[in-house]
């Protein structure tokens, strides 16, 4: 399983943001708008008790991508695209996490300058393992939910912070 959470500075950041922001209490209307974010995460990966002594980092840091699109005041759909790359015990070995979704997200308190939401979303997900010449990886559907909170800096630009899991079932290896 895997797991994508904020940083502690990503955090620190948007609770700063969020208190200071200087957004006016205007309607945000955002019915029938294409959205477009980008995202810093920290992905965690679970323990691999197969390792034979090899260490992978747990978290490593990575971008996302998403692009949705606002159908009424409360439901938006979106791709969201992710990768971050954990580092090894083996300085020859690069193990890279990445994966997509659809998601459904459901934002409450509309016309708010600060909205909560939750999201649920199924897709891929890809894991590759790079030593010298040889490239090992594993595919595999999966799904994400989580819920996070949207914060509204104007008319047209936000920042949100969510906590997001991911499931994936690792069907195929080569």
Sequence with gaps: MTTRRPSRTS????????????????????????????????????????????????????????????????????????????????????IRV????????????????VRPYVFGGLGGFNLESRQADLLYSAEGPGMAIGGGVQVMLGRRVSLHGARRFEASYWESLD
């Design 11 to 94: 955090t620190g950041l948007f609770l700063l943001t969020a208190f200071a922001a200087a957004a006016s209490a205007a309607d945000y209307d955002l019915e029938g708008r294409w959205l477009i974010g980008i995202d810093a995460v920290s992905n965690t990966v679970g323990a691999n008790d197969r390792a034979d002594g090899l260490f992978i980092e747990e978290t490593a840091p990575g971008a996302g991508l998403q692009f949705g699109y606002m159908f009424t005041q409360n439901f938006q759909v979106r791709l969201y695209a992710a990768a971050a790359d954990h580092g090894t015990s083996n300085p020859d070995l690069d």
């Design 98 to 113: 990445g994966g997509g979704t659809f998601d459904a997200v459901y934002l409450f308190r509309t016309g708010r300058q």
